[in-house]
């Protein structure tokens, strides 16, 4: 969840580190957040390149980015136009 293109990832390795934040902006917004946020950090070559957040609970549901804020916000995108421009650009890299 960053608005930072992935082509340059493509074929590097990426590490994720987890951990579970008690006090997240998202626990302002989300009843589900009442236990904590699970924040996970992704990092290529030793460098932050991004990350998201869920809710520290048994939930089904979207992503949300480091700091609580939704696709839509994040992107200013509907998931499905985000969906559909994700295909247009990438689907024809992994054919």
Not at 32 to 49: F, P, Q, R, S, T
Not at 50 to 55: L, N, T
Request: with cysteine; proline share 3%; hydrophobic share 35%.
């Amino acid at each position: 969840m960053q608005t930072v293109e992935p082509d340059k990832y493509f074929v590097k390795e990426i590490v994720v580190y987890g951990y579970t934040v008690k006090k997240h902006p998202m626990q302002k917004e989300d009843r589900n957040a009442k236990d904590g946020v699970n924040v996970y950090v992704m990092l290529c070559e030793g460098n932050i390149i991004g990350g998201y957040s869920y809710p520290n609970a048994d939930v089904v549901g979207a992503f949300s980015s480091l700091d609580g804020k939704t696709l839509e916000e994040v992107t200013g995108l509907s998931y499905k136009e985000w969906q559909d421009n994700w295909k247009i650009k990438y689907l024809a890299t992994f054919l």
